[in-house]
């Protein structure tokens, strides 16, 4: 099992940064690739970005390229999603998840989700 805890999240202004942290403990397979998903009310769960192993590789949702950087430390066991020049449109909760793809049944650990909200 894998437990995964995501922080950072809040209320930012358009424009504001904001630096989410995803913690994950317990016995991760070497070689997962962990995400980032999002979902705001009334919509489905969607792909944000996602990072190999060994953070040679990442890819991101053209709605985000550019403004948002995942990176991962894997002797602290942890990934981040740097979010800036955020918009109205990036309120969501954001997920953490390990694994490795662009779809959310790729992934086999998941977060609780921490709350990111962008006022305009």
């Known amino acids: 099992q894998v437990q995964l805890v995501e922080s950072g999240g809040g209320l930012v202004q358009a424009g504001g940064s904001l630096r989410l942290s995803c913690a994950a403990s317990g016995r991760a397979r070497s070689g997962y690739g962990m995400g980032w998903f999002r979902q705001a009310p009334g919509k489905e769960r969607e792909f944000v970005a996602v990072?190999?192993?060994?953070?040679?590789?990442?890819y991101y949702a053209d709605s985000v390229k550019g403004r948002f950087t995942i990176s991962r430390d894997n002797a602290k066991n942890t990934v981040f999603l740097t979010m800036n020049s955020l918009k109205p449109e990036d309120t969501a909760v954001y997920y953490c998840?390990?694994?490795?793809?662009?779809?959310?049944?790729?992934?086999?650990?998941w977060g609780q989700g921490t709350q990111v909200t962008v006022s305009s």
């Open positions: 990072i190999t192993w060994s953070g040679s590789r990442s």
């Open positions: 998840a390990a694994g490795l793809g662009y779809s959310a049944n790729q992934y086999d650990y």
